[in-house]
């Protein structure tokens, strides 16, 4: 479908330089002499840059529609991630490479979102926050409790996240999975 810069909405997907880009931001220009102009902000879908552009108004571009799938996370048998549609029970196998960095906050039967631009699989993307056990660091002793200093922790994933001194081996812990931060110990 194809749309104009008059229909530019934030969060729209739309193709640009045979590249799949959202829109981050957009922004009309009426100088007081000249044509009008449209500066946006692209998000390319696959790299995840934020580049900005300016468009002539009325520029046409193709629209495609994104849809996210919540699945479940089922297991990796060493070259895919096999995923199951928690309506339809239908099992989906994604390569590691599309996975990428998701896969260190994956646990066997956590929810994933799968987003979708047509048909085409683009992402995978865990829960925003992880809970998951701590399966190596050094010890904590009393008294560690200075503010803001931290140490490495492995986690079940085999993910190495920072984290507060008190926190133990086999202590079950929220992080933040945009960012890899620690959130807190339950």
């Not at 045979?18 to 009309?28: G, M």
């Not at 009008?36 to 193709?62: P, S």
Request: aromatic share 10%; hydrophobic share 40%; glycine share 8%.
């Amino acid at each position: 479908m194809a749309i104009s810069t008059a229909d530019f909405k934030n969060g729209m997907c739309i193709v640009y330089n045979n590249k799949l880009c959202t829109i981050v931001e957009f922004q009309h220009v009426k100088p007081g002499k000249g044509g009008a102009f449209v500066r946006t902000k692209l998000r390319d879908i696959k790299t995840q840059r934020v580049v900005e552009y300016t468009f002539n108004a009325g520029t046409k571009f193709d629209s495609v529609r994104l849809e996210t799938k919540k699945m479940q996370y089922l297991y990796n048998d060493g070259t895919d991630f096999n995923m199951m549609d928690m309506d339809s029970y239908e099992q989906v196998a994604v390569s590691a490479d599309m996975v990428g960095e998701a896969a260190k906050w994956l646990k066997e039967n956590d929810e994933v979102s799968l987003l979708y631009a047509g048909e085409e699989l683009i992402s995978v993307e865990p829960q925003m926050f992880v809970e998951l056990e701590v399966t190596e660091t050094d010890p904590g002793f009393k008294g560690d409790t200075v503010q803001g200093s931290t140490k490495p922790a492995t986690l079940e994933t085999g993910a190495v996240v920072q984290v507060p001194m008190y926190v133990n081996v086999g202590d079950v812990l929220q992080i933040d999975s945009r960012d890899g931060r620690f959130v807190k110990r339950l």
